[in-house]
């Protein structure tokens, strides 16, 4: 079977070839199947395209409304604020790699691009407190 890892080149096989020890792999070209059909990935673009809407305009909301009304200007509510800063990095660019990927039926971003979705995520998720509010460490 092909395992889809490029390091050893476009004509390995799992298990199979010299390098593998085993039996050498199927004769033919090999094919990368999606993942998923066509209509997965349009319900999981619509789905993604949903999240990062309503992340962004309920995160916008809350920045709005905490620089407009002078009372909600409480450690608290600065905390609040922390978590939908961080929050609305993550709707905005978290979410931006993995809807274009879905719209186009895969994965299109080279290493680098892959890499800075992880990277991305994992910062702005870290840089948020709500994990400590809630207990979920």
Known sequence: ????????????????????GGSPGPAGPL?????????????????LG?????????????????????????PTHLLL???SLSDLLVSLLGVTFAFVSCLRNGWVWDSAGC???????????KSSSHKYIYGAF
């Open 81 to 83: 604020v922390n978590i």
């Open 115 to 125: 890499a800075w979705d992880g990277f991305s995520r994992n910062l702005f998720e």
């Open 31 to 47: 094919s990368r199947a999606p993942p998923f059909s066509p209509g997965t990935y349009e319900r999981l673009a619509l789905l």
């Open 50 to 74: 949903g999240v990062g809407l309503l992340g962004a305009g309920g995160n916008l909301l809350v920045l709005i409304l905490y620089s407009k009304a002078r009372r909600l200007r409480t």
């Open 1 to 20: 079977m092909w395992s889809g890892n490029r390091s050893g080149g476009a004509s390995s096989w799992e298990g199979g070839g010299a390098a593998g």
